[in-house]
């Protein structure tokens, strides 16, 4: 059985960073795809960044890039976020995806549909 557990969550003031872990386990070796999308108070959830597994390519959704930055620790089964230059905007629950067979392409990686595997998220609160 597939989990997804994030962790790293918290509250920050602005301009300050955090990092999110996601540990997967269980038959996770052939993940295509694995990602991070938010959903703030009120909001549809939105894809924040994503990687492809198996040759590197990352997404960032353009309200992120420049501040966060998605990588793996494959010898820990490990997805990570760092995210910096945080900004109250940037408050919502995170949650990891995974896949097998999501294309995790520019023109996918961004949509819940195509992520089968989520994690039960945590929550990041930036005040200004």
């Known amino acids: 059985q597939v989990q997804l557990v994030e962790s790293g969550g918290g509250s920050v003031q602005a301009g300050g960073s955090l990092r999110l872990s996601c540990v997967a386990s269980?038959?996770?070796?052939?993940?295509?795809?694995m990602g991070w999308f938010r959903q703030g108070p009120g909001k549809e959830r939105e894809g924040v960044a994503a990687?492809?597994?198996?040759?590197?390519?990352?997404y960032y959704a353009d309200s992120v890039k420049g501040r966060f930055t998605i990588s793996q620790d494959n010898a820990k089964n490990t997805l990570l976020l760092q995210m910096n230059s945080l900004k109250p905007e940037d408050t919502a629950m995170y949650y990891c995806a995974a896949d097998y067979g999501s294309d995790c392409t520019s023109g996918s990686w961004y949509r819940p549909v195509g992520f089968g595997y989520w994690g039960q998220g945590t929550q990041v609160t930036v005040s200004s």
């Open positions: 990687m492809h597994t198996r040759d590197g390519s990352t």
């Open positions: 269980g038959y996770t070796y052939s993940f295509n795809c």
